[in-house]
């Protein structure tokens, strides 16, 4: 997880395109200029990055579905829950599910775990746009490239 | 037609937290309503569970782009609920 640069998950362990799921993990960095304001001497990971995580998750899952030729764009956060806080330093477990497919939008589910027990949950609807420019989805697929999304789905 | 239109109505009255009574089947769901693209979704999603279909939205805007459709074809409710009933015709038994 890189905060700064807004990279939320570390790697994607698995995705079923039939199935309509991905897992992936990230592990909250120990260090990070976002501690220093959240919170001075009491680092927590903000909500709504819990959230970010959840949505990036969820999106790759729609980019796999999409076949990368169309961007998810997140549009709405459904009964969103912070469960506890999330100290520097932990693993994160984060799945997704679609629940819909619809034509150019689509609905999921995504919750975010620890070892000890759940942390967050949400439902994550997206818009689905072509992409604006090459240069993006060439992006999206480095990125993808980046968090082993090539290996998954060759499973 | 009826049981379309009512369900349709009741979606919109639901989730973009509009007044039944003044949704009618002349009533344009932009010009009308004044639903926006958001609460749209939110309404395509609602329809798309309630009949168990896919309105294929992305290609009504195409066919309006293209001059092959108007506005008014795809977003007036007695014309929305008359594809509705189309999709579900279509649908496999």
Redesign the interface.
């Known amino acids: 997880m890189r905060l700064e640069y807004f990279q939320m998950v570390d790697q994607v362990e698995a995705v079923d395109p039939v199935a309509g799921t991905i897992r992936a993990r990230a592990e909250v960095p120990r260090e990070s200029s976002v501690f220093e304001g959240h919170f001075p001497g009491y680092p927590i990971l903000p909500g709504v990055l819990l959230v970010e995580c959840m949505a990036q998750t969820a999106g790759h899952l729609i980019l796999v579905l999409e076949k990368f030729q169309r961007m998810p764009f997140l549009a709405q956060i459904e009964s969103a829950k912070l469960r506890r806080f999330v100290e520097p330093g932990t693993a994160l477990s984060i799945s997704a599910s679609l629940v819909h497919l619809g034509s150019g939008y689509a609905v999921t589910k995504a919750e975010v775990e620890t070892e000890t027990g759940a942390v967050a949950e949400a439902g994550i609807r997206f818009r689905s746009l072509p992409f604006p420019n090459p240069a993006m989805r060439d992006l999206m697929l480095e990125n993808a490239r980046r968090l082993g999304l090539d290996a998954p789905m060759r499973a | 037609m009826q049981d379309t239109f009512n369900a349709v109505a009741d979606i919109i009255a639901e989730t973009c937290n509009i007044d039944r009574a003044t949704i009618q089947p002349t009533s344009h769901t932009i010009n009308d309503l004044g639903i926006d693209s958001?609460d749209f979704?939110?309404v395509?999603?609602a329809i798309?569970?309630r009949f168990a279909i896919?309105?294929?939205?992305?290609?009504w805007?195409q066919d309006i782009n293209e001059g092959k459709g108007s506005v008014d074809d795809y977003f007036i409710l007695s014309n929305l609920c008359a594809r509705i009933d189309e999709l579900r015709a279509a649908k496999p038994a």
């Open positions: 958001l979704l939110d395509t999603f798309d569970k896919k309105m294929p939205i992305e290609k805007m």
